[in-house]
């Protein structure tokens, strides 16, 4: 099922580890000539395109864009008790790890009377996408609310597409169990909007008059706008980068699994099946130095992909270009291999699993030992599941109260501290030939 990749005996650096590892294609690029129309139709037409573009992608007209409060109140009432349970202590959790994220401002004496300070002011309003389709994401809520809370955003709004298997009071509104999570978080502006033009409508906002009310509702832009989505929201995202700010450009959801002898099959197996029920684009590598570890994952993955829900789009993931088993020589090697490939999720299942993490430079998350599944971490590990997805775990890092925060240096000098160093002031501005640099300090210190 899963194909393979045999890369012992070979010294490979990072550029042709990068070609030989499997990866999804997601040409985001491509999609933005998709999106351009859509986001410039929400610029232009504001609601009624996003009336139009609901009925049109999502196969619902939303009913009103903003839900309710007593539609939220409603999703609350009528929330299974036991995943209301569960809700309650993944946000306790999430909130236990954010808090420890929290910046104090600092201060730095750089000379007696000079001083540069650095506040972190949060951003003032954030747009926060969940998406919809294949699966139901109220963890997703949880992932961005919590941290944008704990951050102190003053403003914050979630959009979610509205769901056209809804009935009843939910008709044309996103899905019962994302709005009862943002009504246990205390989010009360909850829009049916999905896809690239809810990206838009974040970027540009929008005025609808179609409240019951009466009374116009108005969805003021966002500074910033976060949470995963499609190929379509990744590419709304590059598209009006500058008009907003962005977490990532999130792809196909992955996960690695560095595993040497110990690792128990099953594990293993069960694991790459979970990534995988996500989208036939989700990848599932395994990499490892143990033939029979690998023969036996494989022989575990028919009966065990054969008798899950979902076995059609798990199967067309595993099978797909993306996913594989990548055969190593050994643990430095596989650890090469893995920080090369810089997955979004990563499983080690090796021996002496804790120092074996201290190695690894290039991951969204690291799942350390045979007792810490990545799906522990979708939901009530603590940690974030809006992770750098493609690569990007190279160079960027998952959701966190940083992400909404903003260091400002709050630059204080004296009449003297600035006299004692006006000249170096003045001849690093003519080395760069920009001599009113110089002069905006000098003017400070002449006579009359």
């Not at 910046?103 to 309003?125: I, K, L, M």
């Not at 910033?224 to 989505?229: K, M, R, S």
């Not at 029979?292 to 028919?302: P, Y």
Request: proline fraction near 5%; hydrophobic fraction near 45%; glycine fraction near 8%.
């Amino acid at each position: 099922m899963l194909s393979t990749i045999d890369l012992r005996g070979r010294e490979l650096g990072v550029r042709d580890l990068r070609h030989l590892l499997p990866r999804a294609e997601f040409d985001v690029a491509a999609a933005v000539e998709t999106v351009r129309p859509i986001c410039e139709d929400v610029r232009h037409r504001g609601a009624q395109a996003l009336y139009d573009l609901g009925e049109r992608f999502d196969g619902v007209r939303p009913t009103r864009l903003r839900v309710p409060a007593e539609v939220l109140e409603a999703a609350l009432v009528q929330l299974d008790p036991q995943v209301r349970a569960a809700l309650d202590e993944a946000i306790r959790r999430v909130r236990l790890v954010h808090e420890d994220q929290r910046r104090a401002t600092t201060t730095t004496t750089v000379v007696p009377g000079g001083e540069v300070s650095e506040r972190w002011v949060p951003v003032d309003r954030v747009g926060l996408y969940v998406p919809g389709g294949r699966a139901v994401y109220p963890s997703s809520v949880v992932m961005n609310v919590v941290p944008a809370q704990i951050a102190g955003v003053g403003s914050l709004a979630v959009a979610s597409p509205p769901q056209r298997d809804n009935s009843g009071a939910f008709t044309g509104y996103p899905h019962p169990t994302v709005l009862a999570a943002c009504a246990l978080l205390g989010v009360d502006e909850v829009y049916a909007v999905g896809g690239a033009q809810a990206v838009a409508a974040f970027a540009f906002g929008f005025e609808d008059d179609s409240d019951a009310s009466g009374v116009a509702v108005v969805c003021e832009p966002v500074s910033l706008v976060t949470g995963p989505g499609n190929i379509y929201v990744a590419a709304a995202k590059r598209y009006l980068k500058g008009v907003i700010g962005i977490d990532s450009e999130a792809g196909p959801t992955e996960i690695a699994i560095l595993a040497d002898d110990s690792a128990v099959p099953a594990h293993v197996s069960a694991d790459l099946v979970s990534q995988a029920e996500h989208d036939p684009q989700a990848a599932s590598v395994l990499v490892t130095d143990s033939v029979a570890l690998a023969d036996a994952v494989r022989a575990d993955l028919e009966d065990r992909v054969a008798a899950t829900k979902h076995s059609e789009r798990v199967r067309e993931a595993l099978t797909g270009p993306q996913s594989g088993i990548v055969l190593v020589d050994d643990l430095d090697a596989g650890l090469a291999v893995v920080n090369a490939y810089a997955a979004e999720h990563l499983e080690l299942q090796v021996v002496d699993a804790a120092a074996v993490s201290e190695r690894v430079r290039n991951a969204g998350a690291v799942f350390v030992g045979p007792h810490s599944p990545v799906s522990l971490g979708d939901y009530v590990a603590g940690s974030n599941h809006v992770l750098p997805t493609g690569g990007c775990a190279c160079h960027s890092s998952g959701l966190s109260v940083q992400s909404f925060l903003r260091g400002i240096h709050v630059v204080t000098y004296s009449q003297s501290a600035l006299e004692e160093v006006a000249h170096h002031v003045v001849t690093l501005a003519q080395a760069e030939d920009l001599p009113a640099h110089g002069e905006a300090v000098q003017v400070r210190f002449e006579q009359g």
